[in-house]
């Protein structure tokens, strides 16, 4: 199957849901309170958060006040074009290079994996890549990661375990800048946002990758298991608190998520979706296409 037809069916559950909640509210409803209120309610199930939800409703009642809404199908493609919009106000950035890339994230959200894919898809785009094993904290996870330099066919800089991880990534920087290399990639331990040691540790690793290697474009991309719905949103939030993220890696869009969150991102917090993963495979990863995902939203 495409990668196009592994979101499509990622997000059927979804799309399922939503297209029949909408038939149901048309078939019910005249415009009014009540509709609206419904319309929010559908995407709040969707996981859209109550702010988004709400600012997006307003925008289709006042279409409706100018008596532009007719039916079902005019809603709906308003709908779609206000979701797009949303989507827009965080565009991805234009990747430049050298790069460093750190990915951060709670555990399990598919940190590792994920750079496995990333950095298969920057090889397929001509560019050299070294991943950088700085989650220290677990022999296991370093193991993990250079099993997928292996299978992406790239270099990897690895320490003992239990390490400073600030000391691999100097390492990792050190090396692509002597090498020239493209792109550096940072995996980093699993960490809860509330736990403050380990933010901090992330503080520090931000600041190494910034003196060592100034030259570089520095990004940092959170990790998402979008099966997480809403949560997905305050995670992002919080870690965006104590470093600025430049985007969201989606992980897990293949286990019935309903992405409707993805919007609130966009649109609340300005962090672009980069990268949408749909499998454990290699190249189960694609850049985020919103068009596309708000097509598999319907
Ligand atoms: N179905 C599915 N599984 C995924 C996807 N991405 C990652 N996984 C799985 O999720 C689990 C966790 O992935 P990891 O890459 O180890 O996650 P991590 O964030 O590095 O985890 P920690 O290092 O423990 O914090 C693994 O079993 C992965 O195979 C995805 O897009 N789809
Ligand atoms: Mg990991």
Same mark, same amino acid.
């Given at each position: 199957?495409?990668?196009?037809?592994?979101?499509?069916?990622?997000?059927?559950?979804?799309?399922?849901?939503?297209?029949?909640?909408?038939?149901?509210?048309?078939?019910?409803?005249?415009?009014? %309170?009540?509709?609206? #209120?419904? &319309? @929010? !309610?559908? =995407?709040?199930?969707?996981? /859209?958060?109550?702010?988004?939800?709400?600012? *997006?409703?307003?925008?289709?009642?006042?279409?409706?006040?100018?008596?532009?809404?007719?039916?079902?199908?005019?809603?709906? %493609?308003?709908?779609? #074009?206000? &979701? @797009? !919009?949303? =989507?827009?106000?965080?565009? /991805?950035?234009?990747?430049?290079?050298?790069? *460093?890339?750190?990915?951060?994230?709670?555990?399990?959200?598919?940190?590792?994996?994920?750079?496995?894919?990333?950095?298969?898809?920057?090889?397929?785009?001509?560019?050299?890549?070294? =991943?950088?094993?700085?989650?220290?904290?677990?022999?296991?996870?370093?193991?993990?990661?250079?099993?997928?330099?292996?299978?992406?066919?790239?270099?990897?800089?690895?320490?003992?375990?239990?390490?400073?991880?600030?000391?691999?990534?100097?390492?990792?920087?050190?090396?692509?800048?002597?090498?020239?290399?493209?792109?550096?990639?940072?995996?980093?331990?699993?960490?809860?946002?509330?736990?403050?040691?380990?933010?901090?540790?992330?503080?520090?690793?931000?600041?190494?990758?910034?003196?060592?290697?100034?030259?570089?474009?520095?990004?940092?991309?959170?990790?998402?298991?979008?099966?997480?719905?809403?949560?997905?949103?305050?995670?992002?939030?919080?870690?965006?608190?104590?470093?600025?993220?430049?985007?969201?890696?989606?992980?897990?869009?293949?286990?019935?998520?309903?992405?409707?969150?993805?919007?609130?991102?966009?649109?609340?917090?300005?962090?672009?979706?980069?990268?949408?993963?749909?499998?454990?495979?290699?190249?189960?990863?694609?850049?985020?296409?919103?068009?596309?995902?708000?097509?598999?939203?319907?």
């Amino acid at each position: 199957m495409s990668f196009f037809g592994k979101i499509k069916d990622a997000l059927q559950k979804t799309k399922a849901g939503v297209s029949a909640k909408m038939r149901r509210l048309f078939s019910k409803n005249k415009l009014g %309170d009540a509709f609206y #209120d419904e &319309l @929010e !309610e559908i =995407l709040i199930s969707s996981d /859209v958060s109550v702010r988004t939800a709400e600012e *997006v409703v307003d925008e289709v009642r006042e279409e409706a006040i100018g008596g532009k809404v007719k039916d079902e199908q005019f809603v709906t %493609d308003l709908l779609k #074009d206000i &979701l @797009e !919009e949303k =989507l827009d106000e965080a565009p /991805v950035p234009e990747l430049r290079y050298p790069c *460093v890339i750190m990915f951060v994230g709670v555990n399990g959200a598919g940190k590792t994996t994920s750079i496995g894919k990333v950095a298969n898809w920057f090889v397929q785009q001509g560019k050299s890549v070294v =991943l950088a094993a700085a989650d220290t904290f677990r022999a296991a996870a370093i193991e993990q990661l250079s099993v997928w330099a292996d299978r992406a066919k790239v270099r990897i800089i690895r320490h003992e375990e239990g390490s400073d991880p600030a000391a691999v990534i100097f390492d990792a920087v050190s090396s692509a800048r002597a090498r020239g290399t493209d792109v550096v990639l940072v995996d980093t331990a699993g960490r809860l946002q509330v736990k403050e040691n380990l933010m901090n540790e992330l503080k520090k690793m931000d600041r190494v990758v910034t003196r060592e290697f100034p030259d570089a474009a520095f990004y940092k991309f959170l990790v998402l298991d979008a099966t997480t719905g809403q949560n997905a949103f305050s995670q992002a939030r919080i870690f965006g608190e104590t470093i600025a993220l430049d985007g969201i890696v989606l992980t897990k869009l293949d286990s019935s998520a309903k992405g409707g969150f993805v919007f609130s991102l966009c649109g609340e917090l300005h962090v672009p979706v980069v990268f949408a993963c749909v499998g454990e495979k290699i190249d189960d990863i694609a850049p985020f296409d919103a068009e596309q995902f708000v097509e598999g939203f319907f």
